[in-house]
């Protein structure tokens, strides 16, 4: 298996425009996550699909962000429009189940910059 | 989750053993103990999870004490390639991840 996909893996974008990131899941894997990572608040969890369906999406900063699983394979996370404090790293993670021992796969993220 | 609580950062020498600390004295019966760690530019990758009793896989073992309000990571021999931020979580029989400020480990050759 290739692991999960992020795509784009380096994106810079200037204030005001729509950013569009991209994951694969995955293949099986019923549990999608949206992380951000940045120097000042650590790993943050935005939110949290289980079944293509979102389940917590309670770290979603604001209303510019949005999440989607249109299917099995694939969910997008949008920010529009982008501000230079939405600069970081951001990762997706699947995983099979929703006990509490299950094992988190992360991608390699998507380091986003917003001038 | 309920909150851990790890060393900023840790120093160790190559082929020398790590014991890499946490405490978690809020935990309750349910709680599994997780490890992840995050090597730099890459994202987080599983170590080792446990709920009572020590764990031995290929990367890592866990230590957790008998009241599990403490836990230990051990790494048997370090190399360079080990130097990570690691994290040590809780989670209950729920899916999401919280993430601490972990411990930076650093291998000095």
């Known amino acids: 298996d290739a692991g999960v996909i992020q795509s784009p893996r380096h994106e810079v974008t200037e204030m005001g425009q729509e950013v569009t990131l991209r994951c694969k899941p995955i293949s099986g894997h019923n549990s999608l996550f949206w992380y951000r990572q940045t120097m000042m608040r650590g790993l943050e969890l935005l939110i949290y699909?289980?079944?293509?369906?979102?389940?917590?999406d309670s770290g979603m900063p604001e209303d510019r962000f949005s999440a989607k699983m249109p299917n099995a394979s694939f969910s997008t996370l949008k920010i529009q429009p982008s501000e230079p404090r939405d600069s970081a790293v951001y990762f997706c993670?699947?995983?099979?189940?929703?006990?509490?021992?299950?094992?988190?796969?992360f991608g390699p993220g998507t380091r986003l910059t917003v001038l | 989750d309920a909150k851990t609580t790890q060393p900023n950062s840790m120093e160790s020498n190559e082929e020398e053993p790590v014991h890499l600390p946490c405490n978690h004295s809020?935990?309750?019966?349910?709680?599994?103990i997780h490890w992840y760690r995050q090597l730099p530019s890459q994202g987080p990758e599983y170590v080792i999870h446990g709920l009572t009793s020590n764990v031995n896989n290929r990367m890592a073992s866990l230590a957790i004490a008998e009241d599990r309000k403490s836990s230990t990571l051990i790494l048997h021999r370090a190399t360079l390639r080990d130097a990570a931020v690691y994290y040590c979580?809780?989670?209950?029989?729920?899916?999401?991840?919280?993430f601490g400020g972990g411990t930076r480990l650093m291998v000095k050759p």
């Open positions: 993670a699947s995983s099979f189940g929703d006990r509490g021992n299950n094992e988190q796969f």
């Open positions: 699909f289980n079944n293509n369906v979102p389940i917590d």
């Open positions: 979580i809780l989670r209950y029989a729920g899916n999401m991840l919280t």
């Open positions: 809020t935990i309750s019966g349910t709680d599994y």
